[in-house]
């Protein structure tokens, strides 16, 4: 396991937009809390940092998900022949 760089994991969590990615950062961070070898200092700050991107990256995915579908994108129906 990589050292904790306190400076070096804030930089990984701004430059990361894959949800999936900041989430496994913050469990890293927990674990390491957990086993004390990083500090409350530290796991807040990495939570200062993270938070605010998961959150930003999931009023995103729910305003795409509300977008209508643009019509012209639908396939055509088929007509029912009788």
């Given amino acids: 396991m990589e050292s ?3 400076i070096e994991f804030q930089q990984r969590a701004r430059t990361t937009a894959d949800p999936k990615k900041l989430f496994e950062l913050w469990e890293d961070c927990c674990r390491r809390y957990e086993r004390s070898e ?7 700050e990495m939570k200062d940092v993270i ?7 999931a009023s995103l995915r729910r305003i795409i ?6 019509e012209t ?9 009788s």
């Fill in 4 to 6: 904790f760089d306190l």
């Fill in 38 to 44: 990083i500090g409350r200092y530290e796991l807040d």
């Fill in 51 to 57: 938070w605010p991107s998961l959150q930003a990256l």
């Fill in 65 to 70: 998900n509300e977008q209508p579908v643009d």
């Fill in 73 to 81: 994108s639908k396939p055509a129906r088929r007509r029912k022949i």
